[in-house]
């Protein structure tokens, strides 16, 4: 499973509400509610993501291994 955790933790320590992504950055609520949900996102939208932020790809998500 991808978790991006880590984007809500960067995004309070680069001081960026979720209002300024939708407002400033134009990014689309649904694209925030997907990852509020661990579902799947375009490489596209992570790049994104790191270029607002400015950090690395780690920084916005971690896989967690699934227990059988």
Known sequence: MIS???LWATMREKGISQYALIKKYKISPAQITRLKRNESVSTHTIEVFCEILDCR???IM???KEEP
């Open 4 to 6: 991006y955790d880590r």
């Open 57 to 59: 790809v780690e920084n």
């Open 62 to 64: 971690e896989y967690i």
